[in-house]
């Protein structure tokens, strides 16, 4: 159902129109009757037809900057509608790609116009209507919408945009998820299950990135609890030291595993620490967003995540999210503005 827009805009958005069609008409006049300024010419009959309406578009905000959850539309006016399609349309590689359409009636059309899901995916997005012409009326073209996304840290376990870190531990400590599976690859180890989100989207990602490089993926290590993280950071703790030990491994309660969002992986024979590298390790940098998924601990961001490189730990953030940090490069912590 289209949403009612208040009397308030309606009112707005007629008077707007119709001072610009106005406008336009006094600026393009009909050229029939015209006379040549040094006497009479043969009458030319294409000279006759009246031109094409004016379309005005009303109501599309120019620049917004927005966070991810916080639903909001614009209130758009189109004058004349006709009955025309107004394409939403997004500046994509380049080109301007049409997101959803909105049919029109035969006078003023108005209605909230919404974003599709799109803008999430990245920092910076770009936005407009357009409106066909025909030949009753002028095409249309709003101006351009950019819009600047950002994301919030979620904190609830159970939320695959949750933020785990040595400072964010999760609550309550002691945290399980509610269901969990074995994904659809081969693993090694006791603790191969995910949530069923996180273990469907695995399962793909492992099937493609076979078929890509000809080698398998192996699941190391899925979820895990509170107790077995603190025995194995003790145990890291008292081979390496404390310091050291910190640098590569979670203590319990700020450890992703525990969310059952997180996976380590590698290829079939080689152990996970030495992933990095190979051609599953290659094609999973490149092609995990696409599932969902990012490489958590990046080389080089251990200032930012706390942690060494990892290119074996995955962490399932969600489609969005995943293309949202694919696009704009950066940690998850730089996702969320928590960098500093």
Known sequence: MRPVLPPSFRRRARRVVTAAAVAAVVACPTTAGAVAPHGPVAPDPAAHEPLARYTAVVGWAPTEERTVGTPWTDGVAISPGLGRDVELQQLVDGAWMTRRSFPTGAGTWAAAVGLTG???????????????????????????????ASWEAGTDPADPTVLVTKDRAISPQGYRPGRLVEPDLATQGAWTELRPAAAKALGELAAD???ATGERLVLVSGFRPAGYQERLFDRYAARHGERAASRFSARSGHSEHQTGWAADVTQAGVPFTDFGGTPSSDWVDRHAWRYGYVVRYPRGAEDVTGYRGEPWHLRYVGT?????????????????????
């Open 118 to 148: 799109h803008w999430t995916q990245a920092p910076v997005t770009r936005w407009r209507l357009f409106v066909a012409g025909t030949a009753d009326a002028a095409p249309a073209t709003s101006g351009v919408k950019v819009v600047h």
């Open 209 to 211: 990135a076979q078929d």
């Open 320 to 340: 969005h999210l995943a293309a949202y940090l694919h696009h704009g490069g950066g940690t998850l912590e730089e996702a969320f503005g928590l960098s500093g």
